[in-house]
Nanobody, 119 residues
Framework: QVHLVESGGGVVQPGGSLTLSCAAS???????????MNWYRQAPGRQREFVAA????????IYGDSVKGRFTISRDNAKNEMYLQMNSLKLEETGVYYC?????????WGQGTQVTVSS
């Protein structure tokens, strides 16, 4: 199973920016580039929400409606890492951000990194 570790969370003011990273390891039969990657988030008291997804080659991405135009997902397959650049952050975007790896309907999740947007 793929091991995922998120980092880069912290406290930021509304309108500020953060970049999250997701480091992947533990590959056996496949490599990082064999996995589609996603970011999700979960606000306190709410269900986990899709944020963004990127294809295996990193040549296409999709975003949740609430983050379009403000967040950018990317990946570096040579480094086994994925990123989420978040701009113009809003108070309601406080929560735990998770990275997710998918291959043939099998998923792995990281433990998450806390993002707090507060004035």
């Amino acid at each position: 199973q793929v091991h995922l570790v998120e980092s880069g969370g912290g406290v930021v003011q509304p309108g500020g920016s953060l970049t999250l990273s997701c480091a992947a390891s533990g590959f056996t039969d496949f490599t990082f580039s064999d996995y589609a990657m996603n970011w999700y988030r979960q606000a306190p008291g709410r269900q986990r929400e899709f944020v963004a997804a990127i294809t295996r080659a990193g040549d296409n991405s999709i975003y949740g409606d609430s983050v379009k135009g403000r967040f950018t997902i990317s990946r570096d397959n040579a480094k086994n890492e994925m990123y989420l650049q978040m701009n113009s952050l809003k108070l309601e975007e406080t929560g735990v951000y998770y990275c997710n790896a998918v291959r043939n309907s099998r998923e792995s999740w990281g433990q998450g990194t806390q993002v707090t947007v507060s004035s």
